[in-house]
């Protein structure tokens, strides 16, 4: 990986705290000398820790701290934990954890190996389950060591495009509830968009800072643009008045609705909603106007299944540029598309909740050239984004079509043209485009629905008996197994094996389809029956068990999709009910609020235009309550998140790292942005990045001006490391050693250092002493033990060198070093 660090002898040395604990202050600092590494761990650790079934990635490992944590706690079953550690760090933590007993489910890989251990540890069943969770320790999280932030980017970015790839193979189940979830709504595809728009210009609006640059525009020339958006800036358009012709949602999560629940508000009658099959369900149902789909309506084939635009992912600006591309566009123009970080910290236009929590200034990621020649910082996410909207470029120019992106602080695409607006050429739209939408649409009319949704309960009814009879072999199955080994559990029939074996043939004969799909969601049972030992000879016992597990895992499935196709069914019954006259609007609200959908009171309401009792408008109107407080709240989890990221936590780490690589417009940018904050942290961090950026600039003496201006607190440890160091430089002793002086008092892996400034400055005794100091803490220090024994050989205290250089060669008997030096010494007198 790239930014590896080398460790001194203090660095890679192990200090104690006062509850007995070792660690690496290079890594962690005084993080657990307070109240101890388990208290720190269950105050930072999230609580499914300790979940079952879950695979957690972990980078870092807190010196070996929180291996220890783990394994005293002991894996949950079905779970495992896979640590990702620096190369320079990870023999050392090896060292100090070996005296723990080999625990296969918990592993240890650097970042050059991490993803073929990910696969040893059937990775691919836990991406299934939705059930990968990755961890920062508390050492990665403080990142003092920069690299650990290097490599949480790297395994983060990795993982994402990991996750997606497999979830477009085999969809995952949390694609496959959602996809059963809408099928009600899931009624029209959208091929009807195909090819449908040659010659005309779109503009894809979505959520980067360059967006608040070109709405202007895309205001004065609207009625020549085909306007198609994101769902997540909903709240932006409707605050500047903006209606899209398409607006796009793939995402199946409750994030999804937390940034895009705004786009409920726009006119029914002007917008068209694109959605991914497997769309968060209380998005599309709440949705008033008309809608098209992409991918497959069920999860197995059907013979009412129509082909479709499929789902391009793995974000929803890749699924639109694939949209208007099938649409047949000329040119596309990309608004708020720009995939990095503007020199004020902004990644996100204005009116977003990452706007409104303030910037993310610890992001460290990696640097891409801009439109305009610059330099940019980006995250992986945005880097994969980049690698596939260039992947898509290529296809565009081969089919004839133009992309331009006008923003000269977006990332520079292969492909993508950069013009600035007034060279765009736009001829003008020959006809309204909202009516030539319309004109596509099939008919969405009460008998268009009811039909779609007797079809749909016709095909749900049919699978439903399929399941129904794969329940029975599973459970013919495991009365088989039972009688197969019998029940003192030894093998006692092999005409059980004969049964077991017509039922296989049956399922995977008649049912291949649903088998697969069964498994998929009983494959958490299979989880308890990976080997982790597969040399050994399975026990009677244990053949037993798997098979048991295996057939459970038949049944278990069977019975999850049955239920998602009994809730299915009962969604359909409801939509039939909403096309019923008279209607029981009571009956109909329970349903959308045991869907999460209290807007589906609008739906019905756009729909039928009926005369209300008084009791019905009260029943739309608490639903209405409802629907409004749902749009309005702001404490959610995405915001949660927002919040939690625009910390200033990582600043520091980010800092050091720019430092490091010598980025004076990276350490320039990030003091503006620091600059424009209020507050004691941002101040602090200020008057540190400002340090880094003159020192970096051969300015020592505001460098030093800087860092003098950083009291007690977390920085201090950094503002007096680099004032010790250009003290140094400048043959400053005297303030060198104050410096040393007040490191040491927070570290003793600062006295090493002060010992040597002590003995170039002729101040021997106090060099020694403070050897002494370190080596009764660290006494497997055996590099600065040899620095000792040279100190007191240099000043021909020959029997404290002796005992040094013994002490070295009885711990390393092959040290050459201390050999050599040991002989060069007077010999023994005799007593």
Known sequence: MKGQQTLNSAESSFLTNRFGETYLHAVNRDAFNKIGSQAVFQQQLP??????????????????????????????????????????????????????PAEPRITLTTP????????????????????????????????????????????????KGWIWALRSQLASSSFIQCQLDNLAENRLPATCLKGAFSGHTAVLLAGGPSLDDILPWVRQYRADLLVVAVSRIARRLLEDGIQPDIVCTIDPTR???????EMLNFDPQRVLLVNAYHTYPP????????????????????KTQDDNLPVIGPTVSNTAIALLMEMGVAQIIFAGLDLCTRPDGSRYAAGSNESQVGHSLGLVGLRVPTNAGGMSDTSEDFMQSIHDIGRQAVSAREQGIRLINPSPHAARIAGIEYLQLEEIDLPPTPRDICRQITALLPASDRQARLGHYRQTEHELRHIENQLRKIRALSQDALHYNDGLFGRNGRLQSFKYKHKMDKVEKHLNRDFPQLSELVKRFGIRQFLRILRTDGEREWSDEEVEETGRTYYESYRDGADRLLGLIKDALTRLHSRIAEENEPVDLDALADQWRADEAPGRGRVWRHHHQTILTE?????????????????NEQNTPHMARCRQQAGLENVASKAALLFRQGDHEGLRNLADALGQLDGHEATELHHLVLGQLAESENRDDDALQAYQQIGAGPLLEDALSRISSLCLAHDDFDNARLAFDCLSQISPGHLPQYAELMRITGRMDEAAELYARYLEQVPEDLSTMLRLG?????????????WAFDYVLQRDPDNRAARSLREALPTECPV
């Not at 969770?133 to 690299?147: F, H, I, N």
């Not at 994030?255 to 629940?261: H, P, Q, T």
């Open 112 to 159: 050059e190996f991490w993803q073929q251990t990910a696969q040893d540890a059937d990775i691919d069943t836990y991406v299934y389950l939705d059930q990968v969770q990755l961890l920062k320790s508390v050492g990665a999280t403080d990142a003092y060591l920069p690299t650990y932030r290097d490599l949480h980017t790297s395994v983060e970015g990795d993982l």
């Open 615 to 631: 009791q019905e408008q009260a029943t739309l109107d608490q639903l209405a309550a409802e629907f409004d407080a749902r749009i």
């Open 255 to 261: 994030l999804s609705f937390d940034v895009s629940r």
């Open 790 to 802: 040279r100190l007191y050989q240099e000043n021909d205290v020959i029997d404290g060198a002796r």
């Open 47 to 100: 609580d499914n820790l300790w979940a079952e079934d879950r695979l957690h990635i972990i980078i870092g490992t807190d010196s070996g701290l929180l291996i220890r944590h783990i394994q005293a706690h002991g894996v949950p079953p079905g779970s495992r934990f896979l640590f990702i550690e620096l190369t320079e760090i990870i023999e050392l933590v090896k060292q100090r954890i070996g005296d723990l």
């Open 283 to 302: 998005l599309l149902s709440q949705w008033r106007g008309n809608s098209l789909f992409l991918g497959p309506t069920f999860p197995w084939s059907a």
